[in-house]
Every structure is written in C-alpha cells, then in structure tokens.
Nanobody, 127 residues
Framework: QLVESGGGLVQPGGSLRLSCAASGDSLEYYAIGWFRQAPGKEREGISYISSTGVIIEYADSVKGRFTISRDIAANTVFLQMNNLKPEDTAVYYC??????????????????????WGQGTQVTVSS
C-alpha cells in the first residue's frame, strides 16, 4: 500500500515536498512514477525514478522545478517541488511499476498490467 503526504496550500513561487511511503512491502524493487490530475483534465505523468535510481525522467511541464529522489532506508520516494505555479494545482499520486518512453511517463496499468497507487494528496497553488 502506498501513502502520499506533503500536499497543501502554497503561494506561487513556493515549495512543497511530497512523500510516497510504502507499508507492507519494500519500494526498493519498484520503479515509481508521480502523476497528477487537475479537475477537468487528464492524468499527467510528471516524474519517474527507476528501481535503482539511475534513470530519472520529468515531464516538460515540471522539468527544472521538480526533483524526484528515493530513500531506500526510509522506504519512501520524494518529490521536491519548487517554484510552484497555479497550474501545478492538482491531486498528486504515486504509483509503482511506472513506465517511461519517448512519449512520456505512464502507469503500468495502461498496458493492462498491475500497479499500486496511493490515495493522492492535494496540492493547491494560489495567492
């Protein structure tokens, strides 16, 4: 089971750090993706980290502002979000077994394969 935390209300230009923690299983062997969905919009894959942490990818919309990392000992994947913009407002989710291609970051379930999701954490960027 995955649990996201760290969301909240922040002013434009502010920062938040989201956490994706696992219970009952180790995240060490999973690639993890961060996704977000704003009201009325499609889900967007925004960041990916491979199981080894060697491969890291970002969507163009967040590149240079967001940083993904993982702490094996803490069994947690983080998403540091800086210089937040109102268009970053969304519910943010983490998921296991995410996949990345030249077309973007996608959940494993889009291929009909298993993945695990958290319940999401709300991020609101507003003055």
């Amino acid at each position: 089971q995955l649990v996201e935390s760290g969301g909240g209300l922040v002013q434009p230009g502010g920062s938040l750090r989201l956490s994706c923690a696992a219970s009952g299983d180790s995240l060490e062997y999973y690639a993890i993706g961060w996704f977000r969905q704003a009201p009325g919009k499609e889900r967007e894959g925004i960041s990916y980290i491979s199981s080894t942490g060697v491969i890291i990818e970002y969507a163009d919309s967040v590149k240079g502002r967001f940083t993904i990392s993982r702490d094996i000992a803490a069994n947690t994947v983080f998403l540091q979000m800086n210089n937040l913009k109102p268009e970053d407002t969304a519910v943010y989710y983490c998921a296991t077994d995410a996949v990345v291609s030249d077309k973007g970051i996608f959940p494993n379930s889009i291929r009909g394969l298993r993945d695990y999701w958290g319940q999401g954490t709300q991020v609101t960027v507003s003055s």
